[in-house]
């Protein structure tokens, strides 16, 4: 994108979006592998300790974020779009758990998996498209998880 509009004089505004769920999903992911297990009451297996955060974005929030972002002066930008609520992978497994399925087992492999935290800040975009009320973690996975 920089290239093009430093070579043609175009502009752009980039998203970077990060960690989506919702109903429909199909992707292999965190979010859809646990609610997969919590449906079929089996097991959620946890790769590493649990505790690497992600910022799970709910789908209807990402198009909001979009609809503002079109309307706002942008000009060669990137933005993190991402909620701005960090939860462990051990965290959002005990939330689907306690909410969803109460007899759902969690096992940890401690000698395996992504040991790394994915948290990007919304501040720049924040500051682009004004205040954004995020869906609760919660309430985006109930809405998953039934739909």
């Given at each position: 994108c920089?290239?093009?509009?430093?070579i043609y004089?175009?502009?752009?505004?980039?998203?970077?979006?990060?960690?989506?769920y919702?109903?429909?999903?199909?992707?292999?992911?965190?979010?859809?592998?646990?609610?997969s297990?919590?449906?079929?009451?089996?097991?959620?297996?946890?790769?590493?300790?649990?505790n690497?955060?992600?910022?799970?974005?709910?789908?209807?929030?990402?198009?909001t974020?979009?609809?503002?972002?079109?309307v706002?002066?942008?000009?060669?930008?990137v933005?993190?779009?991402?909620?701005?609520?960090?939860?462990?992978i051990a965290?959002?497994?005990?939330?689907?758990?306690?909410?969803?399925?109460?007899?759902?087992?969690?096992?940890?492999?401690?000698?395996?998996?992504?040991?790394?935290?994915?948290?990007?800040?919304v501040?720049?975009l924040?500051?682009?498209?004004?205040?954004m009320?995020w869906?609760?973690?919660?309430?985006?996975?109930?809405?998953t998880?039934?739909?």
């Open positions: 920089s290239s093009c509009a430093e004089g175009l502009r752009y505004c980039a998203l970077r979006i990060s960690d989506t919702g109903p429909r999903d199909k992707r292999t992911n965190a979010v859809n592998n646990f609610l297990a919590a449906k079929s009451s089996s097991t959620i297996n946890i790769s590493g300790s649990g690497q955060r992600r910022s799970y974005t709910y789908v209807k929030d990402i198009a974020v979009i609809a503002k972002i079109i706002v002066p942008c000009t060669n930008e933005f993190n779009v991402t909620s701005d609520e960090a939860t462990s965290e959002l497994a005990c939330l689907i758990q306690k909410t969803m399925c109460p007899t759902l087992n969690i096992i940890n492999d401690i000698n395996a998996g992504d040991t790394r935290d994915y948290v990007f800040s501040d720049k924040l500051a682009q498209i004004g205040a009320e869906t609760p973690l919660e309430e985006g996975l109930k809405a998880y039934s739909g």
